[in-house]
C-alpha cells in the first residue's frame, strides 16, 4: 500500500513567522513530488513542484525533498493571513500521472 | 485563459437518478482524471484517461462510469447514484512530458439523498 503521511495539524503561525510542513511518502521509487494548497470549499492549487534532492524556492514558498530519507517539506516564509489553508502532499509514484495524496495539513496564519 | 471546467458545480439528487458531471479542459492536455474527496479521506482518485478512448480505474471506482471521445472531455457518470456517494468532486487535467503536474477544476459538490 502506497502511503503519503503529512504532519497533522492543525499549525497555527503567527503572521510574519515561518510555517513547516513535513510529507513522508513509504515508495522508494518515487519520482514527483507535489505541494497544492487547498483553500475551504474550493480546489487544489499547484504550488510548487519538486523532483531532485535539495531545495527548490519560488517566492516566499520552499520546498526541500529527500529521497534517502523519503521525505518532502514545504517552508512558508512570512507567513501572511492569506497562507491559511489546507497544504496538500501528492506524490507521483510509478512515473505516470497517478498522483496519491496526503490527508493535508491544515495552516491557520494568526495577525 | 487556461482552466478546468465542471458543470454542475452543485447537484442535490435522489438515489438511483442518473447523473452526469462534465469535465472539460481547454489546455490540449492529454491526460484527464476524476477524484473525490471526503473528510479524513482525502483525495481518492476514481478514473483516468491517457488520452481519447483510453481510460483505466483509480482507487475507487465501483459505481462510477467514464468515457473520453474528444480530447478536452472526460465526463463522469452515476448510473444509479447512492448517498455514500455524496462528496466533493474534482476533475484534473495534465500535459504529457510536463512534469506530470495536474490542474484542477473548480470542484463539484454531489449530494445523493
Known amino acids: 500500500q502506497k502511503e503519503v503521511e503529512q504532519n497533522s495539524g492543525p499549525l497555527s503561525v503567527p503572521e510574519g513567522a515561518i510555517a513547516s510542513l513535513n510529507c513522508t511518502y513509504s515508495d522508494r521509487v518515487s519520482q514527483s513530488f507535489f505541494w497544492y494548497r487547498q483553500y475551504s470549499g474550493k480546489s487544489p492549487e499547484l504550488i510548487m513542484s519538486i523532483y531532485s534532492n535539495g531545495d527548490k524556492e519560488d517566492g516566499r514558498f520552499t520546498a526541500q525533498l529527500n529521497k534517502a530519507s523519503q521525505y518532502v517539506s514545504l517552508l512558508i516564509r512570512d507567513s501572511q493571513p492569506s497562507d491559511s489553508a489546507t497544504y496538500l502532499c501528492?506524490?507521483?509514484?510509478?512515473?505516470?500521472?497517478?498522483?496519491?495524496f496526503g490527508a493535508g495539513t491544515t495552516v491557520t496564519v494568526r495577525a | 485563459e487556461a482552466q478546468v471546467t465542471q458543470n454542475p458545480r452543485y447537484l442535490i439528487t435522489v438515489t438511483g437518478k442518473k447523473l452526469t458531471v462534465t469535465c472539460s479542459q481547454n489546455m490540449n492536455h492529454e491526460y484527464m482524471s476524476w477524484y473525490r474527496q471526503d473528510p479524513g479521506l482525502g483525495l481518492r482518485q476514481i478514473y483516468y484517461s491517457m488520452n481519447v478512448e483510453v481510460t483505466d480505474k483509480g482507487d475507487v471506482p465501483e459505481g462510477y462510469k467514464v468515457s473520453r471521445k474528444e480530447k478536452r472531455n472526460f465526463p463522469l457518470i452515476l448510473e444509479s447514484p447512492s448517498p455514500n456517494q455524496t462528496s466533493l468532486y474534482f476533475c484534473?487535467?495534465?500535459?504529457?512530458?510536463?512534469?506530470?503536474?495536474?490542474?484542477f477544476g473548480p470542484g463539484t459538490r454531489l449530494t445523493v439523498t
Open positions: 501528492a506524490v507521483n509514484y510509478r512515473n505516470d500521472y497517478k498522483l496519491s
Open positions: 484534473a487535467s495534465a500535459r504529457q512530458g510536463a512534469g506530470y503536474e495536474q490542474y
